[in-house]
């Protein structure tokens, strides 16, 4: 496969950047949305097949310019590459600008309205992977599979994870906007975790007060569950001098990226 669109840059191991689509369909909401794909940077130079993570909120996370700032993923992966530790392909997805809560939230808001996230979570396992395991050379299986976002992306990458666990068992998630509904705790109270999770939720302590209140209830909420078990494994990082803001999920990208992918966890 061969992009349309690619980003280059004269750089040892940073990462190819390659425009998917500009307009990839989202059947189940009725939309179309630019899709990117980060590939090792010898990808068609080799055979090798890689384990994938889907990061929401693409704008923001490798963009110069971002109007919010960047996770510089871009630099970060090629520092992940150049060290040895290891390559991975990333999909990202844009967000939908003025709709992006609505379609980062599975549940209803009394001021935001009823959320797309049900189908959006639809489009992400049912559209979008399968889409990317025929055209790149993935590892496929859930083991090597993970989503990922900060605030609203979290949410909903939180809730993909465990509604849709035959999917994905790494988690990333950044700085989540549980405060949005009670009804993640009851979802993540529910479902029956009987294969094997990881979970990397970070949060900065400068946020909200509440924050880590939120992070406890929903690990409590998986743990304690009515299908409780111990094949769920945290790793829980609280930033003293953390903000919501990209620099700090920038930072913390790669130590995730290596915690989730490329760490035992027997």
Known sequence: ???????????????????????????????????????????????????????????????????????????????????????LIVIAIDHGGKERIQEYSPYHHRKFGEGQGKDYASFITETLKPYVDSHYRTKSHRIYTGIGGSSMGALISAYIGIVHPTHFSNLMIFSPSFWYSDEIYFDAFKYNYTLPMRMFIYAGEKETRFMSQHINQFKDAVTHGFFSSKLTTFNIVIDPNGQHQEKYWGDIFPAAVKWLFFSDHD
């Not at 750089?11 to 090792?40: C, M, S, T, V």
């Open 1 to 87: 496969m061969r992009p349309t669109s690619q980003i280059t840059q004269a750089l040892p191991h940073y990462p190819i950047i390659e425009l998917i689509d500009h307009g990839f369909e989202i059947p189940q909401l009725g939309k179309n949305r630019r899709i990117w794909a980060l590939l090792p940077h010898n990808y068609y130079d080799s055979n090798q097949d890689y384990p994938v993570l889907y990061l929401q909120d693409a704008q923001n996370l490798f963009a110069d310019g971002a109007p919010f700032g960047s996770w510089s993923i871009d630099k970060h992966l090629m520092d992940l590459s150049a060290s040895g530790t290891g390559d």
